[in-house]
């Protein structure tokens, strides 16, 4: 099974720290994505990368970003973090960037900003 | 995008099926079905998904309407790890971002 975790399940953080998230997966992945997820809103893309190095912005990348030096690791930045910003990130991972291949997630990071 | 319509809850007894439909009357002929479920505290998981034919995994089967504008995800024997909230989302094939869009998706209460 594929196996995607996250550094963290709890964080609190103080507004204007900057904020790192890990994200780890063990399949050999091509693509990595980075979601934060809230009530209401629903699931929304904030970056994802297709090969070590690259990177795409999602729909919300403001306030954002990434790095992934390694093919199985992609890391999510908040530069300065904001009380706006406190949510449960998701990140996922895929074979391919294809319409019939599924996403596999981690369980989540519950950040708080304070 | 095209959308999908699910009813917002359905419950069920421990062990009996569970039959959870999805409309898509706007479904595109590139549109795969695909259905997650997230647990709560826990990220999305993905359950399965098809585009024309009928499928059956280890998790569950997915039935699709033959003019494809529904589909019904069948769980055998609910048990009580599989209350969760459903996602039924269509993926365009020719979408080269991949991203993922959850609706509400369907609660499902599995009672013992």
């Known amino acids: 099974d594929v196996k995607v975790t996250q550094s963290s399940r709890y964080l609190v953080k103080r507004t204007g720290e900057k904020v790192f998230l890990e994200c780890v997966q063990d399949m050999d992945h091509e693509n990595m994505f980075w979601y934060r997820q809230d009530p209401g809103l629903g699931l929304r893309l904030i970056y994802f990368?297709?090969?070590?190095?690259?990177?795409e912005k999602g729909d919300i990348p403001e306030g954002y970003s990434v790095s992934r030096e390694k093919k199985e690791r992609f890391s999510l930045i908040l530069e300065s973090a904001s009380t706006n910003q406190t949510s449960m990130y998701l990140c996922?991972?895929?074979?391919?960037?294809?319409?019939?291949?599924?996403?596999?997630f981690g369980d989540g990071t519950r950040l708080s900003i304070l | 995008d095209a959308k999908t319509t699910q009813p917002n809850s359905m419950e069920s007894n421990e062990e009996e099926p569970v039959h959870l439909p999805c409309n898509h009357s706007t479904i595109s002929g590139t549109d795969y079905i695909h259905w997650y479920r997230q647990l709560p505290s826990q990220g999305p998981e993905y359950v399965i998904h098809g585009l024309t034919s009928n499928v059956n995994n280890r998790m569950a089967s997915l039935a699709i309407a033959e003019d494809r504008k529904s589909s019904t995800l069948i769980l055998h024997r609910a048990t009580l790890r599989d209350a969760a909230v459903y996602y039924c989302i269509l993926r365009d094939s020719a979408d080269s971002w991949g991203k993922l869009q959850f609706g509400a998706g369907t609660q499902v209460v599995v009672t013992p």
């Open positions: 990368s297709y090969d070590v190095k690259m990177k």
């Open positions: 996922a991972s895929s074979f391919r960037r294809r319409a019939n291949q599924p996403q596999h």
